[in-house]
C-alpha cells in the first residue's frame, strides 16, 4: 500500500508509529524520529522527496508500505509509486483538511482505480475541525468525479504521533483506540491481497533504482506474476522494445529498514535485483522463456526549467572540484536514470543545458544536490515551459491555497491580482484565519514566496500545484525592484554598505570578497544600481569621540539558494558553489550592459 497526502500532513510519522507497533524495532533501540527520510536534504527542508519503501509483520500478514512525497513537484515519485501498490492510505490533517497536493495524489490514486481508506490525522489538535475535514474530503471525490464505489471509502481517526486511532471519533472526546489495531485490522480488511494468475510467467515492473557499492545497480521492482529466483537466467524488456538475457545475480526484500538475502520471491513481493548494470525505471523483467514486457511508466511532462552551466565567476574554482562541462552532463545523465519526471536539453551553448521539471522545488533540490557534491554551478532565472495548442500559445496554471490571517486578506489579494490570479473561494473558518483558492499562472508564483512571506508578517502559509494548461495571461511584473551591483573587483568594506544599506536590502556583510557585475543587494527602486561597495574611510588626523557611536551596520540578509532563484531577473544569474549562493549578472562589465541595454532601447 502507498501513504499518500499533502507535504506535513503526517505520512512518515505515521509509518514510524506503524513500524513500531508491529515489533519492527528490538525494545530500547535508537531509531530516530521519520526515520525513512533518510536524506540530508529530507531531514533539513522537513520533507520526503524519494520514495521509499518498508514492509512490517501484523496478524501473520506481511504489510509492504511505500511513502511518498507530498509536494507536487516529486509527483513523479508519486505516480511510480502508485504502480507497486493494492491500496492507498489517503491521510488529512485533521484542521487543515485536503490541500492542493491532496487534490494532486488522490486524482492518481482514482485514475489507478487503486481502493482507498481515509485517514484524519491530528485529531488532537486544538483547531480540529473533524467532521467538516470529511465533508471536505467527500467534496474533492466528486470534484474528481469520483464513481460510487471509490466514494463509498471507510474512515481511521488518528494521532499518528501517539501511536493511536479509532474507527469512531466523537466531537471533544479523546480517541477510544489505545494504539494502532483499528488501522493495521482495517487494512488487512479492506486492502486486497496481490492479485495474479497462477500460470502466468514472471513479470516484474521496475519501478526504482538503487546502488549497491558490492552488486552494483539495483532493480527495486513489483512482482506482478510468477516468482523469481537468486540465480536465474530471465528476460531484460527495454524500454526501446528489445528484449535480451540477464540473470539475477543477488535477490534482495525488504525487511523494515534492511534489506536482507532471498533465493526466491512471488507475487505482490517488492524486491531488488542486482545482475543488470543498465536497467532503467519503467522496463520489465520477464520469464526468459516467455517474455511479456508491461507498459512503460508515464508521468506527467515538465512544466518549468532552468539552465545549469559552468561556472563563469571571477571566483570560479575557489570551492568546489567539479568545474567541466562534461562533469556536469555526466551527472544531469545520471540523475536522469533514476528521476523520470526530469528532462535534460542541449542549448545554443556547449557549456550550458536546460534541465525541465515539475516545478521550482525539484529544480532546486537538484542543483543544491550537485553542489554539495562539489560542482560549482551557474544557475538560469527559472522560466514555465510553455506549449501550442490548436494554435495558440499555452502556459501552465497553478491551483494556490493561502492560509492567512483576516488582517492580510486585503494584501494578499492585493499580491495576486497583480500576478494574474483568479480567486475561485474564499472561506471564514471563524478562528480568524481566512483560506482563499487561486487559479495562477505558474510565472507569477516564480518569486511569490518571499514576498507573501514578508507581507504576511511569516504568519501566512501557502501551497500549490500544478492545475491545467490556458491560454498566455500576458505580462507579468513578477519583481518590482532593482539590484545593487557591485562596479568592481575587491572585499567590501563597512563603511562603504553604512551608505548602501539607506539605498535598500544588503546581502553581504564586511569583509566579503566581491567582482564586477555581483549582486550585492536589492535596490528600494525598480532600477538596477552599480555601487562600490569596496570604498574606505579615508583616515585623517581629526578625532571625534562620538562621531561613529549611534551609527551601526544591519545584519545582511544572506541568500539561500531558494530565494536567490526566486529573486534573479532575465539578464541575472546565480553562482551556486559548495561553500556560497551568490547572485550575479549575466554579463559583468558594467560597460557590455549598458551597451546592451541602449541596443534594446532602439
Known amino acids: 500500500m502507498a501513504i499518500v497526502a499533502h507535504v506535513d500532513h503526517g505520512k512518515t510519522t505515521l509509518v514510524d508509529a506503524m513500524l513500531w507497533q508491529s515489533g519492527a524495532f528490538r525494545a530500547g533501540q535508537e531509531v530516530m524520529t521519520r526515520v525513512l527520510d533518510s536524506m540530508d536534504l529530507e531531514r533539513e527542508k522537513g520533507i520526503t522527496i524519494l520514495a521509499k519503501n518498508t514492509s512490517l509483520h501484523y496478524g501473520g500478514v506481511k504489510l509492504n508500505i511505500v511513502d511518498t512525497p507530498g509536494h ?153 506474476h510468477g516468482h ?60 526468459a522463456r516467455d517474455p511479456r514486457p508491461l507498459p512503460v511508466i508515464t508521468v506527467d511532462e515538465p512544466a518549468m526549467s532552468i539552465t545549469i552551466g ?41 557549456d550550458t543545458y536546460e534541465v525541465q521539471g515539475r516545478g521550482e522545488l525539484q529544480l532546486v533540490v537538484l542543483v543544491e544536490m550537485m553542489r554539495r557534491e562539489g560542482f560549482e554551478l551557474t544557475v538560469g532565472e527559472p522560466h514555465v515551459i510553455e506549449r501550442e495548442i490548436d494554435g495558440v500559445r499555452h502556459e501552465p496554471v497553478e491551483r494556490l491555497s493561502v492560509d492567512v490571517p483576516e488582517d492580510h486578506v486585503g494584501t494578499v489579494t492585493q499580491l495576486l491580482a497583480a500576478r494574474k490570479g483568479r480567486m475561485e473561494h474564499i472561506t471564514n473558518h471563524g478562528t480568524g484565519w481566512v483560506r482563499m483558492d487561486y487559479l495562477v499562472p505558474a510565472r507569477g508564483l516564480i518569486g511569490f514566496r518571499t514576498e507573501f512571506l514578508t507581507e504576511t508578517r511569516g504568519t501566512g502559509i501557502m501551497h500549490h500545484v500544478f492545475d491545467r494548461w490556458e491560454p498566455w495571461a500576458g505580462e507579468l511584473l513578477t519583481r518590482s ?93 546565480v553562482e551556486a558553489t559548495p561553500t556560497a549562493v551568490r547572485m550575479r549578472k549575466l554579463v559583468l562589465a558594467k560597460v557590455e550592459r549598458n551597451k546592451a541595454l541602449r541596443l534594446a532601447r532602439k
Open 72 to 224: 507536487a513537484d516529486f509527483g513523479g515519485e508519486v505516480e511510480r509509486g502508485l504502480t507497486m501498490v493494492d491500496g492507498v492510505l489517503l491521510l488529512v490533517d485533521a484542521s487543515e483538511g485536503p490541500l492542493p497536493q491532496t487534490r494532486f495524489v488522490l486524482r492518481k490514486a482514482l485514475e489507478a482505480r487503486l481502493p482507498l481508506i481515509l485517514v484524519v490525522n491530528k485529531v488532537d489538535r486544538s483547531d480540529a475541525r473533524i467532521a467538516e475535514v470529511v465533508d471536505e474530503v467527500y467534496e474533492l471525490f466528486l470534484d474528481l468525479d469520483a464513481d460510487e464505489t471509490q466514494i463509498d471509502f471507510p474512515i481511521v481517526y488518528c494521532n499518528a504521533k501517539a501511536g493511536r486511532a479509532s474507527l469512531r471519533y466523537e466531537e471533544g472526546a479523546p480517541l477510544d483506540g489505545a494504539d494502532l489495531a483499528p488501522l493495521f485490522d482495517l487494512l488487512l480488511e479492506r486492502i486486497p491481497p496481490p492479485m495474479h494468475d497462477p500460470e502466468h510467467p514472471l513479470q516484474a515492473l521496475v519501478t526504482n533504482l538503487d546502488a549497491s557499492p558490492y552488486v552494483g545497480r539495483l532493480a527495486i521492482c513489483r512482482i506482478r
Open 228 to 287: 523469481i529466483r537468486k540465480g536465474e537466467q530471465i528476460a531484460w524488456c527495454r524500454a526501446d522494445g528489445t528484449i535480451e538475457q540477464a540473470q539475477v545475480s543477488e535477490l534482495y526484500v525488504t525487511e523494515a529498514l534492511q534489506r536482507v538475502d532471498a533465493s526466491e520471491a512471488g507475487p505482490g513481493e517488492i524486491v531488488a535485483v542486482a545482475g543488470i548494470d543498465e536497467v532503467t525505471i519503467g522496463e520489465t523483467l520477464a520469464d
Open 310 to 350: 559552468v561556472n563563469t565567476s571571477p571566483l570560479a574554482g575557489r570551492d568546489g572540484e567539479k568545474l567541466t562541462a562534461r562533469q556536469i552532463k555526466a551527472r544531469l545523465d545520471q540523475e536522469l536514470v533514476g528521476n523520470v519526471s526530469l528532462r535534460v536539453r542541449e542549448t545554443d551553448r556547449p
Open 481 to 573: 525592484t532593482g539590484a545593487l551591483v557591485a562596479d568592481r573587483r575587491g572585499a567590501t568594506a563597512t563603511y562603504s554598505l553604512m551608505t548602501l544599506q539607506e539605498r535598500g536590502v544588503l546581502f553581504v556583510g564586511p569583509g566579503e570578497e566581491v567582482y564586477e557585475g555581483m549582486i550585492v543587494g536589492e535596490n528600494s527602486r525598480s532600477e538596477d544600481l552599480d555601487v562600490n561597495p569596496c570604498k574606505e574611510k579615508h583616515l585623517t588626523n581629526i578625532r571625534s569621540s562620538t562621531a561613529e557611536v549611534l551609527v551601526r551596520l544591519d545584519t545582511h540578509h544572506k541568500q539561500t539558494l531558494d530565494e536567490a532563484l526566486e529573486f534573479v531577473r532575465e539578464d541575472e544569474a
